[in-house]
């Protein structure tokens, strides 16, 4: 869980804007690799519809194919996945 709220943050100071370039590289570091790990973590735990949130914020903060949008849509998408990768961990079911 630590490294999602850790990942999010990084969304949270992202969708603010005005970072240098290097910060929004760190940032799909980050991000992508909280989503590979809370995705790996989870993998037995989580409902399907919740691994494919992991896989969709890792595609798009993939740095080794990075998608390039506009700074109002990653605006956007840094919000939705700040906002995803704090609640994604609360949705674990622990099983028996």
């Known amino acids: 869980m630590g490294a999602s709220v850790f990942a999010a943050l ?4 992202a969708a603010v804007g005005g970072q240098p ?3 929004y590289t760190l940032t799909r570091w980050v991000v992508f690799l909280a989503s590979c790990f809370g995705f790996y973590c989870t993998l037995e ?3 399907n519809w919740l691994k494919g949130g992991f896989v969709v914020i890792g595609v798009l903060f993939n740095p080794l194919i990075p998608f390039y949008l506009k700074r109002d849509t990653w605006q956007v ?3 939705l996945a700040g906002i995803s990768l704090i609640c994604m961990p609360f949705q674990v079911e622990e099983k028996d």
């Open 10 to 13: 990084f969304c949270v100071v």
């Open 21 to 23: 370039y290097a910060f």
């Open 45 to 47: 735990l989580m409902p």
């Open 77 to 79: 998408v840094d919000i």
